[in-house]
């Protein structure tokens, strides 16, 4: 796989993969060092079954092997972090866990966050206000646009999705901020098409985004 990536010119900034609370120090180790191995900057934790975060505790439980993953990534020269959804917004036993828990009691330098905007904006957050409480915290984005305008919700099904710069996200406030944000990379994300035409989606996001804000 290495050489293959390495043949083809391809640059991978970033992952996806599901740090398991089981995993142990040199398993943890073999994942970073396998990333070093293909150039890859960034690992993303990008779920928490509903299990995992059905309380307060099991949310603390998770930000401790969090912070332990991100402190033996960082020694490979990985940057650990955490991919939202909306559930991480819903109150649970008078706290708000992405605030109250993650925000709080990840270590900013050992997990970052890549926030997915249309995510958070479904959970009624406003982002911009998310990078001035939390600056510098925010490394990477997703990008993907919503169609409507609801009332905030927290189950992480819908099919709203839309093209970057067709929907209601105002990303003209959002990547103002980015600075403030402390954003290194945006990836355009595109989860569903109601047209089956992801492709064509993707390139309407990325048109928008090079054209308008990186000329």
């Known amino acids: 796989m290495y050489k293959v990536v390495i043949d083809l010119g391809?640059?991978?900034?970033?992952?996806?993969v599901l740090i398991a609370s089981t995993m142990n120090?040199?398993?943890?180790?073999?994942?970073?060092?396998?990333?070093?191995?293909?150039?890859?900057?960034y690992c993303i934790q990008?779920?928490?079954?509903?299990?995992?975060?059905?309380?307060?505790?099991?949310?603390?439980r998770l930000t401790?092997?969090?912070?332990?993953?991100?402190?033996i990534m960082k020694e490979c020269g990985i940057q650990f972090g955490y991919h939202n959804h909306n559930f991480?917004?819903?109150?649970?036993?008078?706290?708000?866990?992405?605030?109250?828990?993650?925000?709080?009691?990840?270590?900013?330098?050992?997990?970052?966050?890549?926030?997915?905007l249309f995510w958070a904006?479904?959970?009624g957050q406003n982002p911009v206000e998310m990078f001035k409480k939390y600056p510098g915290r925010f490394r990477l984005f997703h990008m993907k646009d919503m169609m409507t305008i609801e009332a905030p919700?927290?189950?992480p099904s819908t099919d709203d999705f839309a093209p970057v710069g067709t929907g209601k996200i105002d990303f003209d406030e959002i990547l103002a901020a980015r600075t403030i944000a402390g954003l290194e990379y945006m990836f355009v994300e595109q989860d569903s098409t109601l047209d089956g035409k992801p492709?064509?989606?993707i390139k309407t996001s990325i048109t928008y985004l090079t054209t308008k804000f990186l000329v």
Not at 10 to 16: G, K, N, Q, W
Not at 94 to 111: H, Q, R, S, T
């Open 64 to 71: 401790a092997n969090w912070n332990h993953a991100g402190q």
């Open 88 to 116: 991480e917004f819903e109150t649970i036993e008078g706290k708000i866990p992405y605030y109250d828990i993650l925000m709080a009691e990840l270590d900013k330098d050992l997990v970052t966050m890549e926030i997915d």
């Open 121 to 123: 904006t479904k959970a």
């Open 25 to 41: 120090a040199n398993t943890l180790r073999k994942i970073a060092e396998d990333h070093a191995k293909l150039g890859v900057r």
């Open 46 to 60: 990008p779920w928490v079954f509903e299990e995992e975060r059905a309380t307060l505790e099991s949310y603390k």
């Open 199 to 201: 492709f064509d989606s």
């Open 10 to 16: 391809m640059e991978i900034l970033s992952s996806h």
């Open 153 to 155: 919700f927290y189950n």
